[in-house]
């Protein structure tokens, strides 16, 4: 004690020392600003806790919120506001429904056993939940508590087959129909392969001659360099050297710049004869690849130029079919987009199928048709007709060979009444066209 300090001053201090508890964490004086949040808890811990504290308080920040919390609240705040609280006790959003969904969820009872009532009529608060359904009965409602007699049903597979035996009428009529439909088919076939192998007799197997045999035979078995060029075509500029020439030896299979040197020729052959054969456009065999694989798989735009008017001097919608050479890694297949009938077609030698051919070409010619004759065309209502009666390789290296001959007769008109036999004789027939540059 400061011995200039009166006794009397001296004893005050004593007393306000004692008085003034310190914290169990205090190791030296106490700041302003420390003083003043003593003074803040002193005033939180006296004031009353709600009835349901029991438990020690501890000096945690969640404890101080959740006592300042209820300091705010009502007297009657946990008749109905419980759920909301907890939601955002947790970190959650208030709910639009002020917790009552929460609220039905954790008493488990279903929405039509909960009415809500004001103060008006019970005098308890501003919202109670009363659980007593509204306006019922005790009887009403122990009825409904009563769990249903069981009543023996119907097997399901009763009801399936009665349901099943309605339509056995109709079922039957189809299959008359279907049957008939079969054999005016079967008709139509034969009638056509007897016409088809009439003319096939007469031109689509006329024998060569001797001295076109030996040509041939001479450009197989010709020695000097491979890259020697046997044909050029100059309107598309394809020429056919001596090694690729080979691929039409049988046993081989066929090339890119043979197969588009042919279909060119067929296409000079229809200019020549238009009346005996259809209008048709070839596609040679890069365009389906181009269109199907591009960047962004399909794309017309890389295909755009191919047929234009100044090119062709007509224009795709004009034409009564369309072939589209499909290479498939190492198989060759044919797709054929008849204009004349709406009908996609897709000729496989091996007998398999892609339906994703059809719908790319049938998104192909939609645009092509819009963006030249400007015109619209709805190809969903066109049918992709599933060809089943193809003559098919019994080898594998003739599938070249086979389209060719696809393209030959559908651009013809004619049925497909050639077979694994024919091949050889095909193999020269084509090389001999190749090398006059000339198609029969």
């Keep these: 004690m400061n011995p200039a300090t009166p006794p009397q001053f001296a004893e005050h201090r004593k007393r306000r020392r004692v008085a003034s508890p310190l914290p169990h964490h205090f190791h030296g004086p106490q700041s302003h600003s420390h003083v003043r949040q003593e003074s803040r808890k002193r005033r939180l811990y006296s004031s009353p806790l709600p009835r349901h504290f029991h438990s020690p308080q501890s000096h945690s920040r969640l404890s101080q919120r959740v006592r300042r919390f209820f300091q705010r609240l009502p007297d009657n705040f946990f008749a109905f506001d419980m759920g909301n609280w907890i939601s955002g006790l947790f970190g959650g959003r208030r709910p639009k429904d002020d917790g009552l969904e929460l609220y039905k969820g954790m008493c488990d009872a279903p929405s039509r056993d909960l009415t809500v009532v004001t103060d008006e009529e019970t005098g308890m608060g501003p919202l109670l939940v009363d659980r007593r359904p509204k306006d019922w009965s005790r009887k009403a409602a122990l009825d409904a508590a009563k769990p249903q007699q069981w009543q023996k049903s119907e097997p399901h597979y009763k009801k399936a087959l009665e349901h099943a035996r309605r339509n056995d009428n109709r079922f039957e009529e189809r299959r008359i129909k279907i049957r008939i439909e079969e054999e005016r088919l079967a008709e139509i076939r034969k009638s056509n392969r007897g016409k088809a192998a009439k003319e096939d007799l007469s031109e689509l197997y006329k024998r060569l001659t001797v001295e076109e045999e030996n040509e041939v035979r001479e450009c197989f078995n010709a020695r000097g360099p491979s890259s020697k060029v046997l044909v050029l075509h100059e309107s598309s500029n394809i020429e056919v050297s001596k090694e690729k020439f080979q691929c039409l030896r049988p046993g081989c299979w066929l090339n890119d710049e043979v197969i588009n040197l042919y279909l060119e020729l067929l296409k000079e052959r229809e200019k020549r004869e238009p009346k005996r054969f259809l209008k048709c456009h070839f596609f040679n065999t890069f365009f389906y690849k181009k269109l199907a694989c591009g960047k962004n798989g399909y794309d017309y ?140």
């Design 301 to 440: 735009k890389s295909v755009k130029r191919w047929t234009t008017r100044k090119k062709l001097g007509y224009e795709l919608i004009e034409c009564d079919k369309i072939f589209v050479p499909v290479h498939k890694d190492v198989h060759w297949c044919l797709a054929i987009i008849n204009m004349k009938e709406n009908t996609f077609q897709y000729l496989d030698s091996l007998g398999g199928m892609d339906h994703n051919v059809p719908r790319i070409l049938a998104r192909y010619i939609a645009e092509e048709v819009k963006d030249k004759s400007n015109r619209i065309i709805d190809t969903s209502l066109w049918r992709e007709e599933i060809v089943d009666d193809i003559p098919l390789q019994q080898n594998g290296w003739d599938c070249g060979m086979f389209m060719l001959k696809y393209i030959d007769f559908h651009s013809r008109g004619l049925e497909l009444s050639f077979s694994q036999e024919n091949m050889k004789y095909f193999r020269m027939r084509t090389a001999k066209e190749i090398l006059k540059l000339r198609a029969d």
